[in-house]
């Protein structure tokens, strides 16, 4: 069997639930933290659908400057336990994902992903943590997550070198 006919057996595996964001709609919803991370949508075969490529440069002293930010479609994810997409980074690289909760709490997760294959990733959403390193103004922290309203989701290489990633629709899964 293909590599990519596995990845994408496994990935159908994981029930989707609600999409959290698809790239249908090209770039609609979708932005850059800097102009130095370019953006474009083109159709994966080997998935079935539109991805968004992400072609990053090497870090700057900004920590967020190499973010991808989706706008949310479905901003309730109560219906769900995890996150689940498809990635495909042209070499291996750690990926955070981050969201802000409805009370406004920073929450981020990070996965080492494998180099030149797409793969399945599933954060389960019980074990992502507010992240250590940022938190907006007016967050309550302490208080339990709490997806019943997220608004938007972001994503970054926190690798040393400049890449290319490629990534599918985003979505709340069981």
């Not at 659908?49 to 920590?63: A, G, R």
């Not at 972001?154 to 599918?168: C, E, H, N, V, W």
Request: one cysteine or more.
């Amino acid at each position: 069997m293909r590599l990519d006919a596995v990845v994408l057996a496994a990935a159908v595996s994981v029930q989707p639930a609600l999409v959290i964001h698809a790239f249908n709609g090209g770039l609609d919803g979708v932005g850059a933290a800097s102009p130095g991370v370019r953006l474009s949508i083109t159709r994966d075969e080997s998935i079935g659908q539109p991805v968004l490529l992400v072609d990053y440069p090497e870090p700057t002293n900004d920590p967020a400057g190499r973010d991808v930010r989706c706008r949310v479609e479905n901003p309730n994810w109560t219906v769900g336990k995890a996150i689940a997409f498809q990635a495909k980074p042209d070499h291996p690289l750690r990926l955070s994902l981050s969201f802000i909760d409805r009370n406004g709490v920073a929450y981020t997760a990070w996965k080492d992903l494998q180099g030149g294959e797409w793969q399945a990733v599933r954060i389960p959403i019980d074990e992502i943590r507010p992240n250590p390193y940022f938190q907006p103004s007016g967050a309550r922290t302490g208080a339990p997550i709490d997806v019943s309203e997220v608004r938007m989701i972001a994503f970054a290489p926190q690798d040393k070198t400049a890449g290319r990633l490629t990534i599918s629709s985003l979505y709340v899964s069981q």
